[in-house]
Every structure is written in structure tokens, then in C-alpha cells.
């Protein structure tokens, strides 16, 4: 009973990372329609910084996910800045995701140049640890990662319907040349979301690299928030939670009961057979897509 | 409709290229390593040219590209291997099973861009991580060891300088293969589906069936290479046929230019002897990569093959030099 409590949160847990990355990728698909491969790479950015100010300043875990969140974020902005916006107009949006792929490659590397190839763990009180509460054990930092992410869902839900940016933003989503026409500044809209997805994708990559590791190849990890974005029908922001945290339970038990050799296939397997039935994703209401 | 396309196909150009390609080996003879770095430029060549009819020609985002190339070369290494198949039989079951491979992702082709291309990157992935799971089968991360030298009619191709001759014969089938394949009816309805799907549709065309046709072609070509390369190196591993090696391969037909068979071959030599001489840009030759990727996409989409068109158009004794590439 227990193992399979702890199992639900741990996979609930990894879910909610996920999430959080998944989020950021539906709201810039939502936007701009690009398919946005960099951004697993924020997220292990996002992990890399957060070592560096863990073993140089000791910061406390939550001011950890801050400064690195507004890191990525500025990061996630430049690359929009400099790399999408200019040629948005323009160029064929294959194109655009190729160039994705491009900034990919760039952020890996200059992560490889940085922080080296070796795995880095972080300090050891930022490692989660498991405590026993009358006979069941309990990692209190899996609990704080789903509280995180549920507080981070509950926000963005409160901003996108109660606040007047987040109206505009979703206006701005659904149909760009309308707001336009409503006075809304597209192009500030769409800073906003690389910013917003990018802090995101910045704080979810000091969770998962707390439990994991710091590595260059961390956006592997990332990858997996396609998958759950899809899930959750692309573009949802409501769904990529939710996909985020079906995605990480499939996998966790899966890794259980099938094998953790197998679990990636699993998950990815199901990804597919998806997209397949339900192209919509599971919560999809079949105006995912984009035309 | 044969006539002109043999005539378009032996141009001069196109003549000289070819004698001056099987000329190659005996000026490099002194050179084991030279002889390497061709034989595997060919092999990519091979790869470029078939993600340059999927991707360019059809305009589909496969993604999994290298997953398929991976099917072939661990089919062949396992079948002559573990089941002392012959490498005739194991080169054409190797691209038997990467047009299986192709089969089970088709239905994926009904998905709509977007969806299509994250389906055909995870496909990739899934072939990968197969690869280094199944230990049984591929030996997982260590790689698969003592891959024979293949033998033909008798003949067992051991140096370079004779596999070189191997690869260039199959390089030519399948350029002629790719390139009457676009003179066709068919080339017309691929072309006509790229610019635009939904008239195609409204005329009557099974789009469906032609995109799972160009999968099937390139997955097939994807096959022949993997088995190429596996009895070439006699050794094989999982990151040979994993992401990296799919966007090395896109990167190639990018860069070489989108909807140009020379330009894929261009792009492919460029590519290799970048990652080979990395000597000549160090660390920063990946980060060089990402760059060049995201300029070419924001200021010359159509690769070095459109700039030389742009040139071309200029000098009006430049339009000659075509070598049987197909107008876009």
C-alpha cells in the first residue's frame, strides 16, 4: 500500500515537471504555432544555472527556482528576439521549426562549453529525502514539486481568465489577426509568452535536476513534455498539465511493473497510439489545431 | 517522357561527375583515411538524398529518419551474423525491414503537420532506445561487433578502395532511381502536393498514398544504407542511428538546399567534413552547426542550391551546369 502510495506521488511528482515544461510548449505552439524543440533545452539551462547558484550562493530551493526561471525566461525571450521574430512574417513555418532544432544544438553545446560533460549533482540539502510518517515514507520535496505545479496551473488559470493580459493573450492564440484588429499588440503578446514559457521551463529544470542530475542531456528529460503536451491535446494549457501528470504516472508504474529499461518506450508508444486515436489529445475539444 | 528525362539526366556535366567520381580511389590510394572519410561521405550521400525526396520533394517532416537507417544496418549485422545469411539476401532484407519500419509508422501520415512531425521524431526516438535496449538482438550500448565485409558473386569486398565501388554503384541506382521517380507522374503529384495539399485533394489525388509512397521509397533507401555502413565499419552502435544523426542528415539537405538532389549531395559533403575535420573548428564545430542552421533557415531557405540558382540567373552561361536536378 504504501510502495504504491509513494509510487503515485513520485510519478505525480515527475509529472508536474512535465507539466511545467508541457505548459510553456502549448502556450508557444498556441501563439506561434512553432513547434518549439529548443525549449527541453531551457529546462536543462534552467537545471544548469540553478547548480551554479546552488553551489556558489546556497540559495534556498524556491529563491532557486525563482532566479532561474527570470534566467531562462530572459534567455527564452532572446531567442524569440533574435531568431523567430525577425523572420516570422516571412519565412514558411517548416522553416521555423527547423530553425527550432537549430537553437537546439546551440543551447546543448554551450551548455557542453560551460558546465562540462560530467553529470552534477547538486549540493547535498538540496537532494530529496525520504522521511517516515507512521510507516510510510514520505519525500517531502515530491510533494512540494506537485504543490509547485499545481499552484503554478491554479495561477496561469487565474491570469488567463480573471486578468486582462491573459484575455489578450488568448485572444491573441486563438486568432491573431482579429486581436490585432482589437487593438491587441501581437508582438508584445507573443514576448510574453516566450518570457512566461521560458520561466517555466527555467524553474521545472531546477526541480528535475535536484532529483536527477545537472547534464547537457538533460533535455532528453524535456523531450518527454512533447509527449505530454500532446497528450493533453497540444496547444491546452489546462491539458498539458494534465497530460504532464498522466504522462509521468504511466511512466512510473510502467517502470514498476514492465521495466525501467522499457519505460520510455512505453510512454512513448502510448504518445503515438494517441495522437492516433485522439489527435485532439485526451481533453482536447478538437480546436487544438492550427490552420 | 523517357527520351527527355535520359536527356536532362546525361547532361556533360553529369557525365564528367560521374567518371571523375570512379576515378577517385587510385588518387587517394595512398591514404587509407582519405578512403574512409569518402566511403562514409557516400553513405550519407545516400541518406541525404533520401531525406531530400521525403523531405524537400514531399514536404514531410520526417524526423526519425536515422531510426530507419538503424533498422537496416542492425538487420543485416544480425541476419549474417547470428544467421550466416549471405549479403546479398541480408543488403535486400535490411530494406524489407526498414520499409516494414515505414509500414507500422505510416498510418501517422493522416496527422496533421504538426502532430505528423512530433510522431516521426518519437517513432525515432523509440528506434533508438530499441537499439539500446534490446541487448539480445543489437548488444545494446557496447555495439555490435564483427560485422563480416560483404561478399558478391564470389567476391569478398575487404579494402576501401573496392567498397568505395560498392557505394558509388548504389549511390547511382538509387540517384537514378530518386531522380526518375521525380520526372514521373508521380514527381508531377509530388510536387503538385507540396505546393498545395488541399487542391490536390480537391483533384482527385490520394494524398495519403503518395506520402506513404515517398516514406516507404525513403525508408527503403534509409535500409540500403544502414546495411552499407554496417558492413563497411564492421561495427555498429545505438548513437549512429539516433537523433543527432537525424538532424545531421536534415542539416544536409537544408543546407544543401531544399528540392535539389545535387544540393543534398553537397550539403551532405560539406556536413561530413565538417564533423570529420573538426579539427579545423574544435568544440565550437557543433555550436557552428546550430548557427549555420538557424541563418540558412532565416536567410537562405533554399540552401547553397538556391544560391546558386540566384547566381545562376545572373550569368547567363551558369544555366548549363545543371545537372539533371529537378525545377522546383
Known sequence: MSEALGLVVFGLAIGSIYSLVAIGFSMIYRATGLVHFAHPDLMMIGGMIGYTLATRTGLPMPL???????????????????????????????????????????????????????????????????????????????????????????????????????????????????????????????????????????????????????????????????????????????????????????????????????????????????????????????????? | MTISWRRRFWTPTSGVTVAALVAVPPLLASSPYYLFLLNTIAVFVMLALGLQLVLGYGGILQLGYAGFFGLGAYTSAVLTVHHGWPFPAAFVAAMVVAVIGALVMSPIVRLHDVNFAMATFVFGLILELVYNQWSAMTNGPIGFRGIPPPTLLGLTVREPEHYYYLLLAALLAEYLLISRLLHSPFGTVVRAMRENETACRTAGVDVTRVKVTLLLVSSAIAGAAGSLLAHMNGFISPPTFGWATSVAVLMMVVLGGVRSLPGAIVGAVVIRLVVEQTSVLGQYSNIVFGVALVLFMAFLPTGLAGLVGRVSARVPWAGRLGTGSVPS
Open chain 1, 64 to 291: 532557486l527556482f525563482v532566479c532561474s526561471g527570470l534566467s531562462v525566461a530572459g534567455l527564452s525571450w532572446l531567442i524569440d528576439r533574435v531568431g523567430f521574430r525577425p523572420i516570422r512574417r516571412q519565412a514558411a513555418l517548416l522553416n521555423l521549426i527547423i530553425a527550432t532544432i537549430g537553437w537546439s544544438i546551440i543551447l546543448v553545446n554551450v551548455a557542453l562549453f560551460v558546465w562540462g560533460t560530467a553529470p552534477l549533482s547538486y549540493p547535498q540539502e538540496y537532494l530529496p529525502k525520504g522521511r517516515t510518517i507512521g510507516g510510510i515514507v514520505i519525500v517531502p520535496q515530491n510533494l512540494a514539486m506537485l504543490a509547485v505545479a499545481l499552484a503554478a496551473m491554479v495561477a496561469l488559470h487565474l491570469f488567463f481568465t480573471r486578468t486582462v493580459v491573459g484575455q489578450a493573450l488568448r485572444a491573441t492564440a486563438e486568432n491573431p489577426v482579429a486581436a490585432q484588429l482589437m487593438g491587441i499588440r501581437i508582438e508584445r503578446m507573443m514576448m510574453l509568452t516566450f518570457l512566461m514559457s521560458g520561466f517555466l521551463a527555467g524553474g521545472a529544470g531546477v526541480l528535475v535536476a535536484s532529483i536527477v542530475y545537472a547534464n547537457f542531456d538533460l533535455g532528453l528529460i524535456g523531450i518527454k513534455s512533447f509527449a505530454a503536451a500532446v497528450l493533453g491535446g497540444f496547444g491546452q494549457v489546462g491539458g498539458a498539465m494534465v497530460g504532464g501528470l498522466v504522462l509521468g504516472l504511466v511512466e512510473t508504474i510502467a517502470a514498476f511493473y514492465v521495466s525501467s529499461a522499457y519505460k520510455d518506450i512505453v510512454a512513448y508508444t502510448l504518445l503515438i497510439l494517441i495522437l492516433l486515436v485522439r489527435p485532439e489529445g485526451l481533453l482536447g475539444t478538437g480546436r487544438a489545431r492550427r490552420d
